[in-house]
């Protein structure tokens, strides 16, 4: 006996639009949709802001102050974040020490999740029957011990620290205030900065709640605002993922690029609905994608236009004040 299965109207109506958006993605020489979401950023796609960039690593390398990257959602605070990560391992500190750093991507975490997995990101061992106390004991010791005997500082990242748990920002206030009297005593050595420096990102909202919940480690932070993308950077962005998409963006040029098939003026009206934020282009921009693919369909042309630009812009318009 054979059982017939019939399409239904709807899977024939997304592998349609599939088939469409692969035509226009072929057609630009793409492998895949430029503008498609990425869990983890790659650093090849952010425009760098230099200065922006070298202010970060002054401030971890001066051990002055700790940092918070202030910023909205998908404005790059995770990107700037690997960014910093890429060149401290080439540099040192006004004393000469190296640095060893972690990376916490992880949110919504618990005490002890925090605790593992800030021991994780640094390479510490500890015992998994462990309470969180003694595995940030664990890390504040090795911390040390690499201060003293490898001459290695430790930078910290931690991705929107307040989406975490209250009791996991009293871990990061005692790694902050390292080294304790009682190091100082047992090491008696020159223990007279600190030896760990934390570098945080969140919205101004998760800001402020650091400023109500751990005034201790607010007081000795500097908040750095992420800047928006100007209209320059903004065709740059499309550029470095149109390349991406063409598997050329390690010979990407930022100095001589093409942004083939958008218009310059196109992104200007795209980046102009964003408001400078790199998520919303990117949204913007795979809107375009798909109204142009109807169009090269039907005419031929993969090109996005200044029209296709407004058109997306305010279908979108809702949607983007809901998510700001």
């Given at each position: 006996?054979?059982?017939?299965?019939?399409?239904?109207?709807?899977?024939?109506?997304?592998?349609?639009?599939?088939?469409?958006?692969?035509?226009?993605?072929?057609?630009?020489?793409a492998?895949?949709?430029?503008?498609?979401?990425?869990?983890?950023?790659d650093?090849?796609?952010?425009?760098?802001?230099?200065?922006f960039?070298?202010?970060?690593?002054?401030?971890?390398?001066?051990n002055?102050r700790?940092?918070?990257?202030?910023?909205?959602?998908?404005s790059?605070?995770?990107?700037l974040?690997?960014?910093?990560?890429?060149?401290?391992p080439?540099?040192?500190d006004?004393?000469?020490?190296?640095?060893?750093?972690?990376y916490?991507g992880?949110?919504?975490?618990?005490?002890?999740?925090?605790?593992?997995?800030?021991?994780?990101?640094?390479?510490?061992?500890?015992r998994?029957?462990?309470?969180?106390?003694?595995?940030?004991?664990?890390?504040a010791?090795?911390?040390v011990?690499r201060?003293?005997?490898?001459?290695?500082?430790?930078a910290?990242?931690i991705?929107?620290?307040?989406?975490?748990?209250?009791?996991?920002?009293h871990?990061?206030?005692y790694?902050a205030?390292?080294?304790?009297e009682?190091?100082?005593?047992?090491?008696?050595?020159?223990l007279?900065?600190?030896?760990?420096?934390l570098?945080?990102?969140?919205?101004?909202?998760?800001?402020?709640?650091?400023?109500?919940?751990?005034?201790?480690?607010?007081?000795?932070?500097?908040?750095?605002?992420?800047?928006?993308?100007?209209?320059?950077?903004?065709?740059?962005?499309i550029?470095?993922?149109?390349?991406?998409?063409?598997g050329?963006?390690d010979?990407?040029?930022?100095?001589?690029?093409?942004?083939?098939?958008?218009?310059?003026d196109?992104?200007?009206?795209?980046?102009?609905?964003?408001?400078g934020?790199?998520?919303?282009?990117r949204m913007?921009?795979?809107?375009?994608?798909q109204?142009?693919a109807?169009?090269?369909?039907?005419?031929?042309?993969?090109?996005?236009?200044?029209?296709?630009?407004?058109?997306?812009?305010?279908?979108?318009?809702?949607?983007?004040k809901?998510?700001?």
């Amino acid at each position: 006996m054979t059982i017939a299965i019939h399409e239904s109207a709807l899977i024939r109506h997304f592998n349609t639009r599939k088939e469409t958006l692969r035509a226009w993605e072929e057609n630009i020489g793409a492998r895949f949709s430029p503008f498609r979401g990425f869990k983890m950023p790659d650093s090849r796609l952010y425009c760098e802001h230099p200065d922006f960039l070298d202010s970060i690593v002054d401030l971890i390398i001066t051990n002055e102050r700790h940092i918070f990257l202030r910023g909205p959602v998908g404005s790059g605070k995770s990107t700037l974040m690997l960014l910093a990560l890429r060149d401290l391992p080439t540099l040192a500190d006004r004393r000469g020490n190296k640095f060893i750093t972690g990376y916490v991507g992880m949110t919504g975490l618990y005490e002890k999740q925090m605790s593992a997995a800030i021991a994780d990101s640094l390479r510490i061992k500890y015992r998994r029957s462990w309470e969180s106390s003694q595995i940030i004991d664990a890390v504040a010791q090795e911390s040390v011990r690499r201060y003293i005997e490898e001459k290695s500082r430790t930078a910290l990242f931690i991705e929107d620290v307040a989406d975490n748990q209250e009791a996991a920002f009293h871990k990061l206030r005692y790694l902050a205030d390292l080294p304790t009297e009682e190091m100082k005593d047992d090491y008696r050595t020159a223990l007279d900065e600190p030896i760990v420096t934390l570098v945080m990102s969140g919205t101004k909202l998760y800001w402020n709640a650091m400023l109500s919940f751990l005034p201790q480690i607010a007081d000795r932070t500097e908040p750095l605002d992420v800047p928006a993308l100007g209209d320059s950077k903004a065709r740059e962005f499309i550029g470095r993922r149109i390349a991406y998409a063409k598997g050329t963006i390690d010979s990407f040029d930022s100095a001589n690029y093409d942004v083939y098939p958008f218009h310059d003026d196109a992104i200007t009206v795209l980046n102009t609905a964003a408001r400078g934020n790199p998520r919303d282009l990117r949204m913007l921009a795979r809107g375009c994608q798909q109204v142009a693919a109807e169009n090269f369909k039907r005419a031929g042309s993969p090109d996005v236009d200044p029209e296709i630009a407004r058109l997306v812009s305010e279908a979108y318009e809702t949607i983007l004040k809901e998510v700001r």
